[in-house]
């Protein structure tokens, strides 16, 4: 029986690529809509603001930005004209665009591998520059490494988006791979199973080996 589960889940492997596609729009979608909302607009500011490579979306320079950030869901209005002024809204609304359009593509590919390839390349910069947050943002650390502030803790979930990323980013391309060779097997896992032949630890498995050729 557990051989059996195994196999199952050896076989299952694209099914569970396809789930990681789906959680990653559904994560993109949602997050990138929240971005149209003020509050979460306003939550990013110490990120953008302080970053080497994103600071110039706004008009104003860190760290003015503290006198005027509200707590979640409070509106004040001294506190929300200064982020208009700053471009806070402007930009958060096109980040989320952005941010909804790379889910989009990430799940789309699950029926176009180049579309696929996109997507997951441009979430995978995405959560890498997400990251950069951890060095360049005051606000991430309570005092120094490793005690994270509630903004760090948050950022370095990151790492798992990254990693989800990457896994559909080599999906996609083996897929393209495929779509130049259809005897380039399934997957891995049905690369495997597909095989009765005894696997030495050291060869390499079937896809490696044909993958290599191209």
């Keep these: 029986m557990t ?4 196999e199952w889940l050896a076989r299952s492997q694209p099914d569970f690529i396809h789930l990681v596609r789906i959680a990653i729009f559904v994560v993109m979608a949602w997050i990138g809509g929240l971005k149209f909302v003020p509050y979460e607009a306003e939550s990013i500011v110490p990120f953008v603001a302080n970053s080497p490579i994103m600071k110039f979306f706004y008009a104003r320079l860190a760290p003015e930005y503290k006198q005027y950030m509200n707590k979640e869901g409070e509106p004040v209005a001294k506190n929300r004209a200064w982020h208009q002024e700053n471009r806070t809204y402007l930009f958060a609304n096109a980040l989320g665009t952005v941010i909804i359009g790379i889910g989009i593509l990430v799940l789309l590919g699950s029926f176009s591998p180049k579309l696929g390839f996109v997507g997951a390349l441009l979430a995978a910069g995405m959560s890498f520059v997400t990251l950069s947050f951890l060095i360049t943002t005051p ?7 490793p005690y994270l502030a509630g903004s760090g803790r948050l950022v370095i979930k990151d790492l798992i988006m990254l990693s ?17 060779d259809p005897q380039l097997p399934a997957g891995r896992g049905a690369a495997l199973i597909g095989s009765t032949a005894p696997h030495s630890p050291g060869a390499p498995s079937t896809i490696l080996q044909q993958g290599a050729r191209h």
């Design 3 to 6: 051989q059996s589960y195994l």
């Design 139 to 145: 606000e991430a650390w309570v005092s120094h490494f």
């Design 164 to 180: 989800a990323a990457l896994v559909c980013l080599s999906s996609s391309a083996q897929d393209l791979l495929r779509s130049k």
